[in-house]
């Protein structure tokens, strides 16, 4: 989980607002399980110090068959298959597809 979470922590660390915006909008991780999941975090309008995150992206890793799945949130908050590629080998490959957003499924 270590190395898991080194890869992680390098692509938060990319895709990071500029430090003078981070108290309005970040980006922030958690392993639970064998799950990743990336999340936004943002200040509420009505009151600026109380935060919220917003999912971004899910990975579980399925030992049985040495992959993992990757998941988006839909509108109707449900952790959603990511088509066309929802099983990849390595991490590096979900936080690729993350970054990229061809469909614009993860940062709209």
Not at 48 to 60: C, G, I, L, R, S
Request: net charge neutral; proline share 5%.
């Amino acid at each position: 989980m270590k190395r898991y979470e080194k890869v992680i922590q390098g692509f938060v660390t990319k895709r990071r607002p500029p430090a003078h915006l981070r108290n309005e909008v970040d980006l922030g991780f958690r392993l639970t399980g064998q799950s990743i999941e990336i999340f936004e975090i943002r200040s509420a309008w009505e009151d600026p110090k109380e935060k919220f995150e917003q999912p971004v992206a899910k990975a579980t890793y399925i030992k049985r068959q040495n992959l993992w799945k990757i998941y988006w949130m839909k509108s109707d908050l449900k952790w959603h298959k990511y088509e066309p590629e929802f099983e990849v080998s390595e991490l590096l490959e979900f936080v690729t597809i993350v970054d990229n957003d061809q469909y614009g499924c993860f940062w709209g």
